[in-house]
Structures are given as C-alpha cells and as structure tokens.
C-alpha cells in the first residue's frame, strides 16, 4: 500500500494566491521529500525535510512536519502560472526505498 | 550528457512479448529506482537497487525482472507484457539512500500493451 497520501488531490487557485497541501503518511520516517511533475514530465526535487526538523524555507516554499501526527504539508506563497503542476510527497518508510503518495493536482489560474 | 535517461520514451508493444525499458544514469549513483505512475495512484515502486548486483522488490514487482550488472543501467523487463502494465514508467537514481538524499528522475517512458 502506500505510504503517503496528499490531500487535497486536486487544488484551483487565482495567480496571486498561496497554496497549500497535505500529505499523511503511515509509517515511522527519517525524513520526507516533495517533488512536482510537470504535464508529461519526470518529477523534480523541491525539499526535503528531516524526521527532527519542523519546518524548512526554501524561496517560496514552506514545509512543516509534524511527527506525532505522521503528516506534513507544503505551502507554495505568491503563486505563479508556472507553479501549475502535481506535487507528491515521498517517504522512507524507515527504509532504504521511497514511496510516493497519489499526488496533489495544482492549477494556478493567470 | 549527464544525468538520467530512459529509452524508449514511448513504447507499444503486444500482449505476451517481452520488452525491456532502459535506464541509465552518468552520475555513478549508487541507488536506483523504477516506478510505474497510473491515474489515481500516483507512483509505486516496482523494484530498487542500492548497487551493482543488489536489488529488491517494491510495492508492485510482479510480471517484472531487473537486473544491474553495471551501476549505470537498470533495466526493467516485462517478461509477458499484460494489458494491466499499460502505465508510465519512470526510473530514479540517487546517491545514497533515500533516508538521506533526493532523487533524480527520468523523463519516463510511456508504455502501451495492446
């Protein structure tokens, strides 16, 4: 089964606007990542956030991690056209693997 | 070029053939990674390998073999494609385990079971 879920799986916001997603997870981690997919596309790293951190900056990135309550969530400010795209957290499951979740769908509308 | 690459990027092939997706990487990462994406379930992991001659199933490994003699190929084979293999296929390297480090992926390979 897998290891993450985002919520929610599909997110429409206005240019502008700030984003925010979800992702819960079932096992003990050592850390967690998110990545986007563009249409079509490979995914790409955007952050990864280790077990003992709570919250990690990076541009317009936000992403918090609460252990006790096995979820995380990332906030894209400001957001752009270009920030369209699906966006999946990833776990170790406490292993040498990594699994993904069903992924949030982000349009950002111009 | 450096980086990660996947051959064929599409691929349509017949019920019980064999087929085999490339993957290779110019990086000397020792971890690498094969995912199969379908709508509604975002990735799984079909197979991984923390080095040469190291590999070990995922959530979803039948109906497929890897193998990795060289740390810079990891071919996945479907030994005897089935429609239900129909899916987008992406491979990943990284250079240590994903307890520490991100991953990088292929463009995917977009395979078709008819």
């Known amino acids: 089964s897998q290891q993450g879920e985002e919520d929610p799986q599909a997110l429409s916001i206005q240019e502008g606007e700030n984003a925010t997603m979800n992702c819960s997870y079932k096992?003990?981690?050592?850390?967690l990542q998110w990545y986007r997919q563009n249409s079509g596309r490979g995914l790409v790293h955007l952050i990864l956030i280790r077990s003992n951190e709570r919250e990690k900056h990076s541009g317009r990135l936000r992403v918090t991690l609460d252990t006790s309550k096995k979820s995380s969530s990332l906030l894209i400010t400001a957001s752009r056209a270009a920030d369209t795209a699906s966006y999946f957290c990833a776990t170790d499951a406490g292993g040498n693997d990594m699994r993904f979740g069903a992924g949030t769908r982000l349009t950002v509308k111009p | 070029d450096a980086g990660i690459t996947q051959s064929p990027r599409y691929k349509i092939t017949e019920t019980g053939r064999q087929v085999t997706l490339m993957c290779h990487q110019t990086w000397s990462h020792s971890y690498m990674f094969w995912y199969r994406q379908d709508l509604g379930h975002g990735l799984r992991l079909i197979y991984y390998?923390?080095?040469?001659?190291?590999?070990d199933k995922g959530e979803v490994p039948d109906g497929y073999v890897v193998s990795r003699s060289k740390t810079e190929n990891f071919p996945l084979t479907l030994e005897s494609a089935t429609r239900s293999q129909t899916s987008v296929y992406f491979c990943a390297s990284s250079s240590r385990t994903p307890r520490y480090t991100e991953a990088f992926f292929g463009q995917g390979t977009r395979l078709t079971v008819v």
């Open positions: 390998s923390a080095a040469a001659d190291i590999t």
């Open positions: 096992t003990s981690i050592n850390n």
